[in-house]
């Protein structure tokens, strides 16, 4: 199966890490959209946020419109805030929950890549060996791999049902031989960028990648649950999915 010009091979884990009793990040690695959500620590029911939102978003991953992939993308994160509001409204335990989101919508044809970010998931591009980051961090104080310090650091913007939360949306383009990394803060948290781009630059396939930044992450006492996808833009190869496993 071919999206167009351009082609991807994909790879998604997720782990508990050392630390944490649950795993309150999800991941959906589908056709056309790869997402990966945190639940907020500390918050009531940040894995039933993340869960419910990577839920809403398996709807849409459908085949994006070449003219505007950015409105579908809004569309589906518009979609995923009003299921959060509406579990809310139905549950008054839940009131408070909330995730963050970092999503990546792949072209049906043409070679633009729609990428969306709330929270403090990050989506990186390697590109000719250099790793570039496309997301910026929503939170109040600085995200420092290697400090367990991080944790404490106060989310600026997030989903928790409210409409007025609204995500960084940018248009890229993709070439061949691209690799994008989605990851929550259980990596980019605890793992330097130039261990990860050393990963990304070497691992033969993605979910090679994500199995040993998942690794890495724990290695370094996986202070956080940790999720992880990986993509590969290949315009010869057909589209697939791999799975990398998850703990």
Not at 20 to 34: F, P, Q, S
Not at 52 to 79: G, H, K, Y
Not at 175 to 204: E, F, H, K, Q, S
Request: overall charge negative; some cysteine; aromatic content about 4%.
């Amino acid at each position: 199966m071919t999206g167009g010009p351009l082609a991807w091979t994909a790879a998604a884990g997720s782990h508990t890490g050392h630390v944490r009793r649950k795993n309150e990040d999800a991941v959906y690695t589908g056709r056309w959209l790869h997402v990966v959500a945190d639940g907020l620590g500390g918050h009531p029911a940040g894995e039933v946020a993340s869960a419910a939102v990577i839920s809403s978003f398996q709807a849409w991953d459908t085949e994006p419109a070449a003219a505007d992939p950015l409105t579908s993308l809004a569309s589906a994160i518009q979609a995923a805030s009003r299921r959060l509001a509406d579990m809310i409204t139905a549950d008054a335990a839940l009131r408070g929950m909330g995730t963050t989101l970092t999503a990546i919508l792949m072209p049906a044809s043409g070679d633009r890549v729609a990428v969306a970010n709330i929270g403090d998931s990050r989506a990186y591009l390697l590109r000719a060996g250099r790793l570039s980051r496309l997301t910026e961090d929503h939170v109040i104080g600085n995200l420092t791999a290697g400090n367990p310090g991080w944790v404490a650091a106060m989310m600026a913007r997030y989903l928790d049902g409210r409409l007025d939360r609204s995500p960084d949306l940018t248009l890229r383009q993709a070439l061949p031989c691209d690799r994008y990394l989605l990851c929550t803060d259980g990596l980019a948290g605890t793992v330097p960028g130039a261990t990860i781009r050393d990963v990304l630059a070497t691992a033969a396939a993605p979910a090679d990648a994500v199995g040993q930044l998942i690794r890495l992450a724990n290695d370094a006492g996986g202070p956080d649950n940790v999720t992880v996808v990986v993509i590969d833009v290949d315009a010869r190869r057909p589209v697939s999915l791999e799975s990398a496993g998850s703990g």
